[in-house]
């Protein structure tokens, strides 16, 4: 009897102890886990914010100044900067004059260029017909100016390097549509008037797929009454 009872008290203990066991481990398993919550849906939630394509949410103070930001202000820095350069363009082109260039378009004559300059490069004056007179390059200057039978200087040719940021668009965007647009020989050549004496010219090379807004080349200011010739009744260029 007394095997019996013992046996039977070691029973019970076993069991005891199993149920003992079995609400410990359900009590851990109903726990929450800090690991994750802090690495689960918290960390998927902010990664899915700031990687998400197309996502509205604001960049960061410093991404807004190493990316974004930066990208917005050149654009609109720019076109000031090129629209101030073109009205100072034009407002020297109704008085005939360009930057860098102290003499005056129908009133200087090539004397007093080579006075000032010395000779143009190669010592001549080449003619052009199309042109209607002969040109002189002072190409370390960057300038080249168009001379017709009385020695008058009737164009102005600049290729300032300053110039050569200018876009055909920036041309357009800051003096409006172009009384002349014509495509000649590779080139895009825009005018508008200027005053009443006198025209301005921007020659681009001619758009293109890879390059559909290029950049300047030359201006040129010209004086179509310089290239009037009245005993061959030749009403000389318009442009």
Request: proline share 5%; hydrophobic share 30%; charged share 20%.
């Amino acid at each position: 009897m007394k095997v019996k009872k013992n046996k039977a008290k070691i029973i019970i203990a076993a069991v005891f102890l199993v149920l003992v066991v079995l609400i410990s481990a359900t009590g851990c398993a109903s726990k929450p886990n800090p690991g994750n919550t802090g690495s689960g849906e918290n960390s998927g939630q902010t990664q899915g914010q700031n990687t998400t394509p197309g996502s509205t949410q604001s960049p960061t103070g410093s991404q807004q100044n190493s990316g974004g930001q930066d990208q917005n202000n050149t654009t609109p820095g720019r076109n000031d900067s090129q629209k101030t350069a073109l009205e100072n363009i034009m407002q020297l082109a109704r008085q005939g004059k360009v930057s860098n260039c102290q003499f005056t378009a129908g009133k200087a004559v090539f004397e007093d260029v080579e006075k000032a300059w010395g000779k143009p490069d190669n010592d001549k004056v080449e003619y052009v017909y199309k042109a209607k007179g002969g040109y002189a390059t002072y190409s370390k200057r960057g300038f080249a100016f168009g001379i017709n039978k009385g020695s008058q200087i009737f164009e102005i040719r600049s290729y300032d390097g300053k110039l050569k940021e200018i876009t055909l668009s920036g041309v357009k965007n800051a003096l409006g549509t172009p009384a002349l647009n014509r495509i000649y020989n590779g080139q895009n050549i825009v005018g508008y008037k200027a005053g009443t004496e006198y025209k301005l010219e921007f020659v681009f090379p001619q758009p293109t797929q890879n390059v559909p807004d290029p950049k300047l080349d030359h201006i040129c200011i010209l004086y179509p009454r310089g290239t009037v010739n009245y005993m061959a009744d030749d009403p000389g260029r318009q442009w």
